[in-house]
C-alpha cells in the first residue's frame, strides 16, 4: 500500500532549483518525522533533509546545508523540499520517507514508510 507520494522532480541545469513535494495518503504516516533521501546509480541510499511534527525542528545533511530547505505544510498535508543552485553530482533519485514517529532520523532504517521515488537529473 502507498502512503507516501514523492513528486516534482524533472531535468535541471547547473546551478536551477527544483521543489520536491511529498503527500501523505494517512494521517499517521504524516503525523511523525518526514525524511528526503536520495540514491544515484551504484550508490546506497543517502540521507538529505528530516523534519519533525509538526516541524518545530529539522535536520540536513552537512554538505547540502544552505542549498537545500525542508519544510512542511500541515493544512495541506505535504512536505517539500526546496533545492536550489543544483549541482550535477545532486542527480538522484529522491525518496520521501515517514518514521511514524517523532524522531528525527538520518538512517533510512527507522522509516518504515516510503514514497516511489522522484527522478531529478542536473545536467546542461
Known amino acids: 500500500q502507498v502512503l507516501l507520494r514523492d513528486s516534482g522532480g524533472g531535468l535541471v541545469q547547473p546551478g536551477g532549483s527544483l521543489r520536491l513535494s511529498c503527500a501523505s495518503i494517512?494521517?499517521?504516516?504524516?503525523?511523525?518525522?518526514v525524511g528526503w533521501f536520495r540514491q544515484a546509480p551504484g550508490t546506497e541510499r543517502e540521507f538529505v533533509a528530516a523534519?519533525?511534527?509538526?516541524?518545530?525542528?529539522?535536520d540536513y545533511a552537512d554538505s547540502l546545508k544552505g542549498r537545500f530547505t525542508i519544510s512542511r505544510d500541515n493544512a495541506k498535508i505535504r512536505v517539500y523540499l526546496q533545492m536550489n543552485n543544483l549541482k550535477p553530482e545532486d542527480t538522484a533519485i529522491y525518496y520521501c520517507?515517514?518514521?511514524?514517529?517523532?524522531?528525527?532520523?538520518?538512517?533510512?532504517?527507522?522509516?518504515?514508510?516510503w514514497g516511489q521515488g522522484t527522478q531529478v537529473t542536473v545536467s546542461s
Open positions: 520517507g515517514s518514521t511514524g514517529n517523532d524522531n528525527l532520523s538520518r538512517s533510512g532504517s527507522d522509516y518504515p514508510y
Open positions: 494517512g494521517r499517521v504516516v504524516y503525523t511523525g518525522t
Open positions: 523534519i519533525n511534527w509538526p516541524g518545530s525542528r529539522t
